[in-house]
């Protein structure tokens, strides 16, 4: 039986070698249709298009959007959750699954969950200690 889940798309370092060396986005960086980039642990940027990873939430890197008022344990940890995302991302194939739209104050985004090897992202820097489950998963970096 087919799932009723879509695939946006499938990405993979050798179909797309320009995807295989993701950056972290700059401050300030504007939306182009070219804009690939990654934001934190758990949003990028993929040609324009803001993708959140689905039920992962992970320290905000900025003090302005911080979960517990921008303590220097969520900044540290969301540069780390930041950097781990990075290196999944650049080191490995992996396929993106589009789950629909999230909308926010900020206006819609992309909700996916990216897997490698059919597994999880957000489980893996869950598992490592570097994100949460969202909504209900404990804030611990606020502790």
Known sequence: MISTLLVAAVLSSTAYPEWSDLSICYPGQRNTPEKICIVDGDTLWLTGTMWRLRDVDTPEPQRGNSHCGGPDIELELSGIATARLQ????????????????RNGRGPRSLGVIRIDGVDV?????????????PDGHVFWCD
């Not at 290196?87 to 999230?102: K, P, Q, R, T, V």
């Not at 957000?122 to 969202?134: N, V």
């Open 122 to 134: 957000g489980d893996i820097l869950i598992d490592e200690g570097l994100a949460r489950r969202w």
């Open 87 to 102: 290196e999944l991302l650049n080191s490995n194939e992996w396929l993106l699954e589009d789950h629909g739209l999230e």
